[in-house]
């Protein structure tokens, strides 16, 4: 075997390619837009490249591509954690795909650990993106079904890989599903409703697309207050919180993106979009001009997806345990209701395990878990006890 690194366009496509070759007889397997991945490590995309780099690889045997891996550091990331009790200086690998084979997993790891060391990091995180916590990060572990847009997919034995390695589990994201019926609702989010409304401080609002960056406005003051005690989760800038809403704007579907406010204020939201996978099966991660209007045809038209997918759920900290997550569940039921719903499955993605307020709201609202993804570690100095993640304060 014998590894390389990707230099060429050739290089690139080979290794955008793989994966569908690994995956070609799994009819689970949706391939991304090739265009989303290539932009995570296209310097003029990707902000982290200012303080940051990353380096990709494909693995081979006899001239056969079995792997592929990626490693990547962004240093106020990795300073965050180093600042953490038992902390260390952290960098990522992740698009890590490849055959059952113990020993082309560990080249694979080897290479990105060796490229990580060499550039003062002290563990690694895996699977990862270079980028958002919400994009193709995590290992499945548990609900090999179809996946949901941007949530990676691969096969039952890339966790003993990991594992065997020497990984361990840094912390659980948790995927929760529920039918969208009156009938799934629980009595209690009613009566939290009711007991919320009480207040007349409080009103509830779903996207205006005429007036779609004051809404993203409101997005970042509240991700900024709600999310800041995430370890290793950054604030946003106005400016990122606009390019997000104008990047989902064609396919934006404002009844499943719900606003609270307390007099006037921005104090939450409970964000969904469709669940765009649908859409791109069978499109082989080509995004010319012809599967775009194909994506907005399946999405508008043919209301392919019937699946909404969480995006973000948060609240400011001064106004949590007053009934607002169950509040903005039940702004979400009113449309959900209504006779043109097109949507009869909702997922909540991306719940921590170690954010168990969440879970618990998840579940109170019906839903289930039917996937587990892991978020690995991996300490270079094997001596060194191993933390994993937790909830701050």
């Known amino acids: 075997m014998n590894i390389s690194e990707v230099k060429t366009k050739k290089d690139e496509q080979q290794w955008l390619d793989f994966p569908a070759k690994l995956y070609e007889d799994d009819p689970h397997y949706v391939r991304p837009m090739d265009s989303e991945i290539r932009n995570i490590f296209n310097p003029m995309k990707n902000k982290l490249f200012r303080h940051g780099d990353a380096c990709r690889w494909l693995l081979f045997d006899e001239g056969k591509i079995i792997g592929r891996i990626a490693a990547f550091y962004d240093q106020k990331t990795s300073d965050t954690y180093a600042r953490e009790e038992n902390g260390q200086p952290t960098g990522g690998c992740g698009f ?6 113990q020993d082309a997993a560990n080249m694979l790891f080897d290479t990105a650990r060796q490229w990580l060391q060499q550039r003062g990091l002290e563990a690694m995180d895996g699977p990862v993106n270079f980028g958002d916590r919400d994009y193709f990060w995590g290992c499945l572990i548990e609900g090999f079904t179809d996946p949901v847009y941007n949530m990676p997919y691969n096969y039952p034995y890339y966790g003993k890989l990991f594992e065997n390695y020497g990984f361990q589990v840094f912390f659980r994201q948790l995927t929760l599903g ?4 009156n009938e799934n ?3 209690v989010i009613h009566e939290k409703y009711e007991r919320l409304m009480r207040n007349p401080g409080y009103t509830f609002e779903i996207v205006d697309k005429k007036n779609l960056y004051k809404y993203a406005d409101d997005f970042m003051t ?5 999310w800041g005690v995430i370890p290793g989760v950054a604030k946003i800038t106005r400016q990122h919180a606009h390019a997000m809403l104008d990047q989902l704007k064609p396919i934006l579907d404002p009844r499943l993106m719900h606003f609270a406010y307390y007099d006037g204020e921005p104090v939450a939201f ?4 469709p669940d765009l996978n649908q859409a791109y099966k069978g499109l082989h991660g080509k995004d010319h001009l012809l599967n775009k209007l194909r994506i907005l ?3 508008k038209v043919a209301h392919r997806c019937n699946r909404a997918i969480s995006l973000a759920f948060g609240v400011v900290p001064k106004h949590r345990v007053k009934g607002l997550e169950a509040a903005l569940v039940y702004s979400f039921e009113q449309q959900a209701l209504k006779e043109d719903f097109p949507y009869n499955d909702l997922q909540f993605n991306w719940i921590g395990d170690f954010n168990p307020p969440m879970i618990k709201l998840a579940k109170s609202v019906g839903a289930e878990i039917v996937k587990t993804h892991a978020t690995y570690r991996y300490l270079f100095d094997r001596e060194k006890p191993f933390t994993r993640a937790t909830l701050q304060k």
Do not use: Q
């Open 297 to 299: 045809w399946r999405v």
């Open 96 to 101: 890590f795909d490849c055959i059952d084979n």
């Open 270 to 273: 409970f964000l969904n979009m």
């Open 178 to 181: 529920m039918g969208v019926t």
């Open 222 to 226: 509240i991700y900024n207050e709600a």
């Open 185 to 187: 609702m629980s009595p």
